[in-house]
């Protein structure tokens, strides 16, 4: 019998093995483990007629109830031997210090610093302004909207570009939920409500009732590249991309460079200081070189299965400058195309006078892509609208 | 009835499902907290196994309930037999009853259709409900599973509360295709099943088919377990295993390293998409077998 497992026999009428059971609870809370009051309380109770000469019994009944997830199922080995075999929880708090609360682990080990581009967010914080902003989109700014994006400094005017992208993913995604709603009424009859109805009229079905499937929303997955080339658009694109988070009831963002980074948790985030300070651990390599195909299969590897479903339209942002192979981008595009419903390609520079999509990789995935339009600016992307609204 | 780990154990692997003692230890804190059981894992490692394993154990009727995207409360829970009840109502018209006399008599429980989740929480015994593929059904259908699993009791307007009457062992699967609510995945116990080791797998195919001669078996094994190690798109699952031990053992197959070709032919069962068959050529085949054997 060691120690630690010592403290757990009931002799002090269990006092000392509950408190020692809220350290251990509070060391996994600060690892991020998800862990209620009903788990302590049921844990307490595992914990109390556990055999307790033996710790392995205990890890198992532990981990089967205070494990939530495979992260946590591969992590809580490491907890539990710091806490119970260590004197004390202040050792196994600091397993994650530093690292952040996120469930995603491929955040919590990026190492940076804050990137350059991240810099021009900070202070930045544009509420939509009452009620004139729900009338129109584009046109009431149009002077503005013409602008090429990368003229654009002042930071005013980025506040207002703010603005009116949040206004336009807000309609485009009240577009779409209209279009569904009308086509879908009255295609079912609720036999349920049919015959209650019928009753009253001796079992003849007088009056019908329809079930109005509730409509789901589009869910829109944006995947941002933020390297060197892209780097005059991208503090735009993460703006639109964070407008697009919070009205898009389903919406996922991951950003690339060299690698693929998952930033939707980040972006939601609305302390701004704290979404600034998880965007910086994630910029490191952030307007660095472009590894457009691998980054496309790190996707299609860890995220595609859960993030895309049936309604799920793509929108990749990127001036297809790729130093990887085009083979490669060709491949992932085409497994990404099986499962995403429609693939959207942005392109800044398509607005450039007298560019045609030469860049290898651009030509690599253009088969793969259902629309593939210009985005240097509001008017180009408002021109989106419509046919988002189709898909 | 409570069963200890070791009872459980054992009768884990009387029925033929080779358990570890986490996964025992799941299944007694099951029966002590009513709690659901949630397994993760990928694809074919043998999660619904575990449920269909464990109605075994507790000598119990296996329910179980498929999730979709769509899944509603009408496929999940309970429907009226409304061809029954307009029948009922033609029937009754000539009589000279009260409408609400009438309304009773075509919402009786005979006119009740049972779906899994009212029938789990209806029997008299307690039954294995499995929830499977849970990620692939709608939130809204998450988040009233969740109320079913914490109060046991589900209300019918027409009828009332139906409260359980013995607490179903609930176990549930997800693969993946969506996250969970953080709400579903505290309220369950968790066990994260992974790919098998070698001898784990081993044992799998030896409980499995009992009739395998134990060469063949360990040589089955070990070249699932190499070829996992490829580049492939669907790693083989448990269940693969044991489909291509069985199709070996019908093929008359004695030994991987005699015949690579019909052995090449009959990847199909271990290989399901047409990009991961043509990464493992003929050749592959044979330095796998090679080494396998």
Redesign the interface.
């Known amino acids: 019998m060691t120690g630690a497992v010592a403290i757990l026999t009931p002799q002090d009428g269990g006092r000392m093995l509950a408190r020692r059971f809220v350290g251990f609870v509070r060391a996994l809370r600060d690892n991020g483990f998800p862990v209620g009051l009903r788990e302590t309380i049921d844990g307490l109770r595992v914990a109390r007629q556990a055999e307790l000469d033996h710790r392995e019994p205990l890890r198992w009944a532990l981990r089967s109830l205070l494990c939530a997830s495979r992260t946590d199922w591969q992590r809580f080995d490491e907890v539990f031997d710091l806490y119970w075999r260590g004197h004390g929880q202040l050792r196994a708090a600091q397993i994650s210090a530093g690292g952040s609360r996120s469930r995603t682990p491929e955040i919590t080990d990026a190492e940076g610093h804050t990137g350059p581009m991240l810099g021009a967010d900070r202070g930045e914080d544009a509420e939509a302004e009452g009620g004139e902003g729900r009338r129109g989109g584009a046109s009431s700014a149009e002077s503005l909207a013409a602008t090429d994006l990368r003229h654009i400094i002042d930071a005013d005017e980025l506040a207002r570009i703010n603005d009116l992208t949040e206004r336009l993913a807000a309609r485009m995604k009240y577009r779409l939920t209209r279009r569904e709603r009308q086509r879908r009424r009255g295609r079912r009859l609720d036999l349920r409500r049919v015959i209650h109805r019928s009753i009253r009229f001796g079992g003849t079905p007088m009056q019908l009732a329809y079930r109005v499937r509730w409509p789901k929303p589009l869910r829109l997955v944006v995947i941002l590249d933020a390297s060197g080339s892209m780097s005059l658009y991208s503090t735009f694109f993460v703006r639109f991309i964070r407008g697009v988070l919070d009205n898009f009831r389903e919406a996922e963002a991951f950003v690339f460079h060299t690698r693929l980074i998952h930033i939707s948790a980040a972006l939601r985030e609305r302390d701004t200081e704290k979404a600034l300070e998880r965007m910086a651990l994630m910029a490191a390599g952030w307007a660095g070189g472009t590894r457009i195909g691998d980054s496309l299969a790190a996707f299609n590897r860890n995220y595609a299965a859960s993030v895309i479903n049936s309604r799920t339209a793509v929108m990749i942002v990127s001036d297809g400058y790729d130093t990887g192979a085009p083979e490669t981008l060709s491949a992932e595009m085409a497994r990404l195309k099986r499962r995403a419903k429609r693939i959207i390609w942005l392109n800044p520079m398509i607005g450039w006078r007298d560019y045609a999509p030469v860049a290898q990789g651009m030509a690599a995935a253009l088969p793969h892509v259902d629309l593939f339009a210009s985005a240097h600016n509001l008017e180009s992307l408002a021109a989106l609208e419509p046919y988002l609204a189709k898909l | 009835m409570t069963l200890d780990?070791e009872a459980v154990l054992k009768r884990l692997g009387a029925v033929g499902y080779v358990a570890d003692?986490?996964l025992a230890?799941?299944v007694?804190?099951m029966q002590?907290?009513a709690?659901p059981?949630?397994i993760?894992g990928e694809a074919g490692v043998g999660k619904t196994e575990v449920a269909k394993a464990l109605a075994a154990v507790f000598e119990t009727p296996l329910i179980r309930l498929q999730c979709y995207?769509g899944l509603d409360a009408?496929a999940a829970v309970y429907e009226?037999d409304?061809q029954r009840?307009?029948l009922a109502?033609?029937i009754w018209?000539s009589e000279k009853r009260s409408?609400e006399e009438?309304?009773r008599h075509?919402f009786d429980e005979d006119f009740l259709l049972k779906r899994p989740l009212l029938k789990a929480i209806s029997m008299e015994k307690p039954p294995v409900l499995l929830v499977d593929e849970i990620d692939r059904a709608?939130e809204e259908f998450e988040a009233y599973l969740l109320e079913v699993l914490s109060d046991f009791q589900i209300s019918i307007p027409e009828l009332g509360t139906v409260t359980a009457t013995a607490i179903p062992y609930v176990v549930l699967t997800s693969?993946?295709?969506?996250?969970l609510s953080?709400a579903l995945?505290?309220r369950?116990?968790?066990?994260?099943v992974d790919l098998p080791s070698e001898a784990k797998e081993l044992r799998i195919v030896a409980a499995r088919l009992p009739d395998i001669e134990s060469a063949l078996a360990a040589q089955v094994v070990r070249f699932v377990q190499a070829l996992r190690k490829e580049d492939l798109r669907k790693k083989p699952g448990v269940a693969e295993t044991l489909d291509w031990a069985a199709a070996l053992m019908g093929l008359g197959v004695k030994d991987l390293r005699d015949e690579p070709e019909a052995l090449h032919e009959s990847l199909m069962c271990l290989l399901k998409t047409q990009e991961d068959q043509a990464a493992v050529p003929i050749e592959v085949v044979e330095r796998l077998a090679g080494k396998a054997g």
């Not at chain 2, 369950?188 to 994260?192: D, G, I, K, Q, V």
Request: aromatic letters at 10%; a neutral charge; glycine letters at 2%.
């Open positions: 780990r003692p986490q230890t799941a007694v804190l002590q907290l709690r059981l949630l993760e995207e009408n009226w409304y009840q307009l109502i033609k018209e409408a009438k309304e075509i709608d693969n993946g295709t969506r996250e953080d995945r505290r369950c116990l968790y066990h994260y």
